[in-house]
T-cell receptor
Framework: RKEVEQDPGPFNVPEGATVAFNCTYS??????FFWYRQDCRKEPKLLMS???SGNEDGRFTAQLNRASQYISLLIRDSKLSDSATYLC??????FGAGTRLTVKP | NAGVTQTPKFRILKIGQSMTLQCTQD?????MYWYRQDPGMGLKLIYY???????DKGEVPNGYNVSRSTTEDFPLRLELAAPSQTSVYFC?????????????FGPGTRLTVT
């Protein structure tokens, strides 16, 4: 089992849709969790950290489920500009393969 | 601040050649990392460093070497390049006091080995 696994996608959604990504991790002792966004041929950039209590930043909500060892990212009211690859990261240095999202008009 | 800079942006190597990928950060971060990203894949950690003079292997260190003589610089050396090393290489750093675990990435080096 891979350390960090993500929904492979791609996800193709219309503008305004709500979309959710999951990411599972194998190490139950993992302490830190993040979602990064990567645009085509660019470097990854931090989207948000994931806290035990869950956290929200505008249209984005991240949640952690320690019992089932997964984190999730919910995007509401999708915009064209949300089109990117979303990478989950566990313990600073373990990256998932990414989930590609395309938002269409 | 320029953040994390990487040179070169692109490079084509012949099999068996060697090269050094440069990475510099001006944020006084102690933690620095080297990743590779193959097409359609996530990032794989090659090496990391928690401070000058200290380096450790990541998931995929074979075929690479690093050094960390200063806080600012963390070069990655490829010896005897192989086609399997064709990839995009990213360097990253995180704040010294770990107040934030956010990794700041450089723009990447696209390497092709033929």
């Amino acid at each position: 089992r891979k350390e960090v696994e993500q929904d492979p996608g791609p996800f193709n959604v219309p503008e305004g849709a709500t979309v959710a990504f999951n990411c599972t991790y194998s190490n139950s002792a993992s302490q830190s969790f993040f979602w990064y966004r990567q645009d085509c041929r660019k470097e990854p950039k931090l989207l948000m950290s994931v806290y035990s209590s869950g956290n929200e930043d505008g249209r984005f909500t991240a949640q952690l489920n320690r019992a089932s060892q997964y984190i999730s990212l919910l995007i509401r009211d999708s915009k064209l500009s949300d089109s990117a690859t979303y990478l989950c990261v566990v313990n600073d240095m373990r990256f998932g393969a990414g989930t590609r999202l395309t938002v269409k008009p | 601040n320029a953040g994390v800079t990487q040179t070169p942006k692109f490079r084509i190597l012949k099999i068996g050649q060697s090269m050094t990928l440069q990475c510099t950060q001006d944020m006084n971060h102690n933690y620095m990392y080297w990743y590779r990203q193959d097409p359609g894949m996530g990032l794989k950690l090659i090496y990391y460093s928690v401070g000058a003079g200290i380096t450790d292997k990541g998931e995929v260190p074979n075929g690479y070497n690093v050094s960390r003589s200063t806080t600012e610089d963390f070069p990655l050396r490829l010896e005897l390049a192989a086609p399997s090393q064709t990839s995009v290489y990213f360097c990253a750093s995180t704040p010294t006091d770990r107040s934030s675990y956010e990794q700041y990435f450089g723009p990447g080096t696209r390497l092709t080995v033929t």
